[in-house]
């Protein structure tokens, strides 16, 4: 597990983001509105959709890890227009590059994941070793949430940059570690060989097909789509709910990390969600939970109930992670593994492209409102395209 562990820590140093509990406020600061920010994550979807299968066309070629360096070094690269930002052009830019970013790590860190752990027989330990992935990712949020929100108490911009600074500082780390990490081989119909080159339009039209023609596959994929917790929205707007609800300055980044290590939890142990409840239960709990914290936040301001709503909100909203990607993978063959989580992950891209900045919109009006949409679409396709043990199986 030594490779895996590197990854790991990878994406631990990687997610030490010191200013979450501030970003909203320094966007507030710099004279952006609600739909605004939302209309930047929009930006950030669009480098994502314009990216996502040649990038996972690309891991499938040149290798998962080479794939996610590249995301790392763009990620750097999207903090100068950052640092020069005094508008909505400037950071619409780094936003941008942030998604192209994304883009080339999306499919590829699970993909390096499972092969690694299909070349040694290890499959059943998927979902474990993906919570310790993800876990690793909310615990560096955590830990950075707690010295940011300390750091930042004052609210002063100086303040917010030593923090982007420090952002910086962290991610080129986590580019150093990454780099020890080895790539491991590739099986083709379960082979115990590496699989051979192919061009990129052949491994494109073989995971649209993969896709459009496996059925189990694309419910699945239906599922995880339009059951979207919101969690970047809930990052952003926890802020102005906190100042509506007159929670304190000191508290928002101790939020950030009690929800964080909240969630590390729920990653780690959500493997036993299936155990526990079955397929068709467990699948429902995890996908609607989210919906009813929104239901709660759009009901409720209150300096200490607030601060507990959102750490729950977010807790629930990042159990399902480790399940659905197990679920996915089931169905999708290892040769072209990235490049058909590349295409599904595009699919959300331009799902949330579209409905982020109406939920700006809508949250400028009456954040209420905001949390209530969020709540029904979750409640929606959590019903629709409910799931149950059958779909699971390969």
Partial sequence: MQNLHRLILAKFLSSLYFSVPIQTLF???KGLTFTEIMLLESLLLIGIMLFEVPTGILGDRIGRKWSIVCGVIVGLLAWI??????????????????????????????????DDLKSRGEEANVQRIMGRYFGSMTFGTAVAALIGGYLAASQRLDIFY???????????????????????????TGEERAHGPETSFTLFKEGVRRLSSHAK?????LLSLFTMPFSFVLIYIFQPYFLSAGVPATWYGVAVFIASLLSINAKIFAHKIEQWFGVSRGALLVTLLPAVFWFLMAMVFHPVYSVLLYILNDASGNVRDPIFSDYLNRHIESHNRATVLSTISLLGSLYAVIVRPIIGLVADIDIRYGFMMMGLIIVIGALYFRISDEHVKY
């Avoid at 619409?92 to 860190?109: K, M, R, T, V, Y």
């Avoid at 923090?163 to 083709?188: C, D, H, S």
């Avoid at 596959?217 to 994929?221: D, E, G, K, S, T």
């Fill in 81 to 114: 227009p950052w640092f020069l930002a005094d508008g909505f052009a400037l950071f619409g830019l780094s936003f941008f590059l942030s998604g192209i970013a994304i883009a080339f790590q999306s499919g590829s860190d699970q993909a390096l994941i499972y």
């Fill in 162 to 188: 030593d923090l982007y600074k420090l952002n910086v500082v962290v991610q080129f780390l986590g580019l150093l570690v990454l780099l020890t990490v080895k790539e491991p081989k590739r099986t083709a």
């Fill in 217 to 221: 596959l694309r419910r699945i994929a």
């Fill in 27 to 29: 966007f507030f600061a």
